[in-house]
């Protein structure tokens, strides 16, 4: 059996006594990080981002992670992301604490302020295994060419694959092994509001050739165990994600 003391959505909430010791599954994503506008035919984005996200009283999440876009027409473009996730906390068992993902998705421009997006993704931590996940959301944005506010839900749904077993056991409270459990399959909440700002000369299309973005984000994740280790169902995290893309045409 191998100890770890959380995987990514460990961000342990202080429940009067303790601190949240469930293993959840976590998005393939940390967060969308994007406004409605899609790249024009033929464009390509190459971006970098990161952040982190942390309950009340318990450990950081940093996130760190890369993305490709695609436009596939001038209404359409395919987004490719990839990422890593570290928790940030001693532990009762020395373990990898990071998880890695994949998502391959979709992003469609509904209106020139609206667009939904749709991916499939894939991870894994070296700890309790591989996991996957589906999402889909709406992004509503007012596009101008300044400084674009944005806002965004999101759904998703995250499963381990024959996940191994976790230690969630508290350093000064609890032995390796006292505390264990499989990750289980969650369903995940999230909102994020935040802008884009563009920069740099203008490309073919119109466009500036960069953007910077940040966005504040708020994630639930739902698991529906009941009472299994604690009462508690699930868990909030908020925190921040902040990236820089070129587009190319």
């Not at 391959?104 to 591989?130: D, N, Q, S, V």
């Not at 999101?154 to 990750?183: H, I, K, M, W, Y």
């Not at 984000?217 to 009462?231: A, K, N, P, Q, S």
Request: charged share 15%; hydrophobic share 45%.
């Amino acid at each position: 059996m191998r100890y770890i003391h959380s995987s990514l959505f460990l961000l342990a909430a202080t429940l009067g006594v303790g601190c949240f010791q469930r293993p959840m599954t976590p998005p393939t994503t940390a967060s969308l990080l994007t406004t409605a506008e899609t790249l024009a035919d033929g464009e390509l984005s190459v971006g970098l981002n990161g952040g982190a996200q942390g309950a009340v009283f318990g450990p950081a999440v940093a996130t760190a992670g890369g993305r490709l876009r695609f436009g596939a027409t001038d209404d359409l473009e395919l987004v490719f992301d990839g990422g890593a996730y570290v928790v940030g906390e001693e532990s009762v068992a020395d373990e990898h604490r990071g998880l890695y993902t994949a998502r391959l998705g979709l992003k469609y421009r509904l209106h020139e302020h609206f667009a939904a997006i749709g991916g499939l993704g894939a991870g894994i931590a070296p700890t309790f295994g591989f996991f996957g996940g589906i999402d889909g959301g709406l992004v509503a944005a007012y596009e101008n060419p300044y400084a674009i506010p944005f806002v965004a839900a999101r759904l998703s749904f995250n499963a381990p694959v024959n996940a191994r077993e976790v230690d969630t056991g508290q350093p000064a409270e609890d032995a390796p092994g006292d505390v264990v459990a499989a990750p289980a399959r969650t369903l995940g909440a999230s909102a994020e509001t935040g802008v884009r700002i563009p920069f740099g000369p203008r490309i073919a299309s119109g466009k500036r050739m960069g953007n910077l973005l940040g966005a504040l984000v708020l994630t639930h994740l739902y698991d529906g165990r009941g009472g299994l280790i604690e009462e508690a169902n699930g868990i909030t995290a908020i925190g921040g994600n902040f990236g820089i893309e070129l587009v190319f045409d």
